[in-house]
């Protein structure tokens, strides 16, 4: 599939969104897009860091903000919210093969 933007494109956009949303502490892809396979969305791993009734908010935010690009790309964004306890448990099939979009505090994850 040609979403009509890079990659990288794509990973920039997503780390710009992640930074305007609080307690954001990483934001992770997997799966075929990023594996350059076949795909047909986009999956994300987002580590949220705050109270529990504070989570459903922010995953929402979430959502919402990444509505524009899904929609400019024709892609969805499957985004698993994860705790950072539950990040280190790693519940994921493809834990070790996750690629950094987003780390806070970092200047970028990964692209150029």
Avoid: W
Avoid at 8 to 32: C, H, P, T, V, W
């Amino acid at each position: 599939m040609n979403t009509g933007i890079t990659k990288s494109q794509i990973e920039a956009q997503l780390r710009d969104l992640m930074r305007g949303i609080k307690n954001i502490d990483a934001l992770y892809g997997f799966g075929s897009f990023f594996r350059a396979s076949e795909y047909n969305d986009i999956d994300l791993v987002v580590v949220i860091s705050c109270c529990r009734h504070e989570q459903l908010r922010i995953y929402e935010e979430i959502i919402q903000a990444c509505g524009p690009l899904s929609q400019r790309i024709g892609l969805r964004f499957d985004i698993t919210p994860l705790t950072p306890s539950e990040f280190a448990e790693e519940p994921l099939r493809e834990m070790k093969s996750l690629i950094p979009i987003y780390l806070k505090g970092a200047s970028h994850a990964s692209g150029a």
